[in-house]
């Protein structure tokens, strides 16, 4: 979706206050339509993270009842990734710039992009949590000779998430002079 569609989507959504809001400051109203609505999203996120830290300990847990300590550090170091990306998700910047913020006021169409790639994010974490739940599966069935290759891959999954998460304040404050 486009920058200027999800703006019109959140416009349609507006009541009369709000309308009444845009016509007196500029569009403020639908700024912070954006940011709340992102911030919901991120929340979303961030839930997400926390149900996948807490079932990869399940697994983490049934890992060393079994005896499969070659496994505990990859296990651990998925944890502390975990835990830092969800972090960073709940800790995001979300595209408030004061009136007199050095770094520049931050427009409709910039929220709109950072939502959008937000959003776009969303088939990536479907992608680990999935992942997660198999490697769960796969722990419940105790196939351990399986399990480390699919650690692997979610570790990479979870780090190549992290990049694009870095990325996203790139869509509030592009590099424009």
């Known amino acids: 979706m486009s920058e200027k569609e999800t703006i019109e989507k959140v416009k349609e ?13 500029g569009g403020y109203g639908t700024k912070e339509d954006l940011r709340e609505f992102d911030k919901k999203l ?17 697994i983490y847990l049934a890992a060393l009842e ?13 944890i502390q990734i975990l835990d830092r990306i969800a972090e960073k998700i709940n ?32 088939e990536d974490i479907n992608s680990i949590v999935n992942a997660v739940d198999e490697v ?10 399986v399990i480390e290759t699919k650690v692997k891959n979610i570790k990479s999954l979870i780090l190549d998430f992290e990049s694009k998460w870095n990325e996203r304040e790139k869509g509030f404050r ?4």
């Open 13 to 25: 959504r507006q009541g009369v206050f709000e309308k009444i809001q845009n016509v007196l400051t």
């Open 66 to 78: 079994t005896r499969q300590e070659a496994l505990g550090d990859h296990f651990k170091k998925v």
């Open 174 to 177: 592009p590099l424009e002079i």
């Open 91 to 122: 800790r995001a910047d979300y595209g408030y710039a004061g009136l007199w913020d050095r770094k520049g006021s931050i427009r409709e169409k910039e929220l709109a992009r950072t939502f959008n790639y937000d959003k776009a994010l969303e």
């Open 42 to 58: 991120r929340d979303y996120y961030y839930s997400d993270f926390k149900a996948m830290r807490h079932r990869w300990e399940e």
């Open 136 to 145: 769960h599966k796969d722990a419940e069935a105790e196939k351990w000779d």
